[in-house]
């Protein structure tokens, strides 16, 4: 199995429609970094210059039958859950320039150098016919990140954008948060009303919880930078009574 995906990987990863794809994902990535009270402060606009895929696909360690549920009346399979341990090695990198609030730019470098951890596969028929993945528990994940502005590293900028990777990672691909999928097994069912129907409630429900979510990490932001605050002022003061 783990040799079909690699063979898979190597046809698509170059094709037109998978870099679409990615850079797609990418710049909503970006903006929702943008929409951040922090990067705000420092950051005007986020521009990709390049991205690979790396080298291989995710390895598969183990995979097994997790639960299944049968329509008895049709005597078909209703719902089909997969448990893997996978490890992603010398992965996908980009390469992007920050546009920085003082009118100047920084390159920064960015590569997932591992990625370890437990997921599902699911495919079901509830409430239309769709596919899903996501990490069981959040996953290992190493970072290999580097950026330069005027010949210095701004490791608060790399920093940045590896939380933003992991938060969407966590909100977007860890269960109980997961995306609905259809291609390339589905063709999604727009044309039917109900389907639409459902669909779209589906979507806004995520859509809603990921702005709670961005709301709530925002906040965690601000009280984090007014504790900062106030511990600097109290060192400031100590040091004036001294």
Do not use: C
Not at 9 to 34: H, P, W
Not at 38 to 55: E, N, P, V, Y
Not at 82 to 103: H, W
Not at 228 to 235: F, H, R, W, Y
Request: aromatic letters at 10%; a neutral charge; hydrophobic letters at 35%.
């Amino acid at each position: 199995m783990n040799m079909l995906f690699q063979f898979l990987f190597q046809e698509l990863k170059d094709t037109k429609a998978v870099r679409r794809y990615i850079i797609r994902k990418m710049t909503m990535e970006f903006e929702e970094l943008l929409n951040t009270k922090t990067a705000r402060k420092i950051i005007h606009k986020i521009t990709a210059r390049d991205f690979s895929l790396g080298t291989s696909f995710p390895v598969v360690h183990s995979l097994k039958l997790d639960s299944h549920q049968m329509d008895k009346s049709k005597k078909v399979i209703q719902e089909l859950s997969l448990l893997m341990d996978i490890e992603y090695k010398n992965g996908f990198s980009i390469s992007v320039d920050a546009d920085l609030i003082l009118g100047r730019s920084a390159y920064v470098h960015i590569k997932i150098a591992s990625v370890r951890g437990r997921a599902r596969l699911q495919f079901t028929r509830h409430p239309f016919t769709h596919w899903n993945f996501a990490f069981v528990e959040d996953p290992q994940i190493d970072f290999a990140a580097s950026s330069h502005f005027d010949g210095r590293q701004i490791p608060q900028l790399t920093t940045l954008i590896e939380n933003q990777l992991r938060r969407s990672i966590r909100r977007k691909h860890t269960l109980p948060n997961y995306k609905i999928r259809f291609k390339p097994f589905f063709e999604p069912l727009l044309t039917h009303s109900l389907y639409k129907q459902q669909l779209d409630e589906l979507l806004l429900s995520e859509e809603a919880e990921a702005a709670e979510a961005a709301e709530a990490e925002s906040a965690d932001e601000e009280k984090e930078q007014q504790q900062q605050q106030q511990q600097q002022q109290q060192s400031e003061n100590k040091n004036d009574d001294d």
